[in-house]
């Protein structure tokens, strides 16, 4: 009789998400109306909205600099012809030219200024070419641009080199991409509900970015990576275990949601050594890998406000990882371009966000960490660390 009544209620509930997720698509398509993650970001500030990237001209040559400012300019205007902020709304980023400004300067007037507004969208990004000190500042609006949009970029605008990085296709599966869903709210809220944490306190007032360089002369691949992150990372942080948040883009239109994100949440417990981590976080990335499919679908098919809003209090870091393999280097702008950071402006609503970059051509890992916790020593990480630097505090 229970086994009946057990069957008949998952059933049930089963039902009830196709039911939502039908009524969903219907008013998305026949209202146009926003979705969730897309309102969550549809604010027109600097701070938070906006990630931010540096990249330096190694060539100190004024007439080198501005002949590929002129090439980044060609090719960003054909690429941005097919996005969607172009097609839409008709607008288009912006690429200034700044003759007079270091990056620092440049930093702090995002703090008393706000970005351009159109009647229709945002402002999807500005390139600044600083002149005075050969950099390219990179402002990306996270309501129209994700990993994806990021990727092609740096990848196809500021490198020009070959592109390596296949994201994953969305496709929704009738009744398995339901179950899939179902078990993944059941974990959720098993998790949420048994399973207590202790989270990173986050700081309201202050946040700081710092930079640090690992070089490697071994075949590197994602989990060498995580590992070696979040090794450093408990080097410096005063709890003994942290929930991170494994971003992972998806290959899919922007019609049902523009940040096309999902992540697996996993817990991590301080260990011994990097090893440690690497098989750790392998065996539970793949073990809970439909979570990133999972959680992208809820966003983007579900009206879950109340949700979004408050996922940022459910995690400890978020972690965004990219790789350039540049065996094209010498053959396009790769050869004069150093990649130097990325992260987002302003405070942080997360205790530590960290976004990494692996240049496979240069046998480096750029990896930079905004820390908005206290319980995350990044003083003595800079004072400690090899090849770690300040980059900039709010």
Known sequence: MLIKIFIKLNVIILLILI???SFSYIYKITDKNENTMDIHFKKNSWENNYMFAICEFNKKDEILFEEYIERVKKRNNEWE?????YIKYNVSGIIEIN????FHEIMDLLKVTTPPKFDSTVLPFKIIFLKKEYKIIILLNHYHCDGNILHDIFIHNIFNT????NFIKYK???IISDLL???FLIKSLYIHTFKKHDFLTLDTEKSIIVRKDISYNTKIDRWIVFSKIINILFKYLKKDSIKVAFTVGFDDNVFFCKNRIGVILITIPRMNSEEDYLNYIKKMIIKNKYDAICSYDLFRNFPISLF?????????VVLTSFKVIGKDKNDCDLKNINYDLGSF??????????CSMTLDYDKIIKICIKSTTPDFDSDKMIKNEPSTIEIYKW
Do not use: A, F, S
């Open 19 to 21: 039911i939502v997720r």
């Open 81 to 85: 012809k097919n996005m969607n902020w």
């Open 99 to 102: 003759n007079d400004n270091t």
């Open 162 to 165: 070959e592109k390596t990085i």
């Open 172 to 174: 929704y599966y009738p």
């Open 181 to 183: 869903l179902y078990r």
């Open 308 to 316: 979004r809003k408050n996922m940022d209090k459910t995690v400890d």
């Open 345 to 354: 402006i302003g405070i942080g609503r997360i205790p530590i966000y960290i």
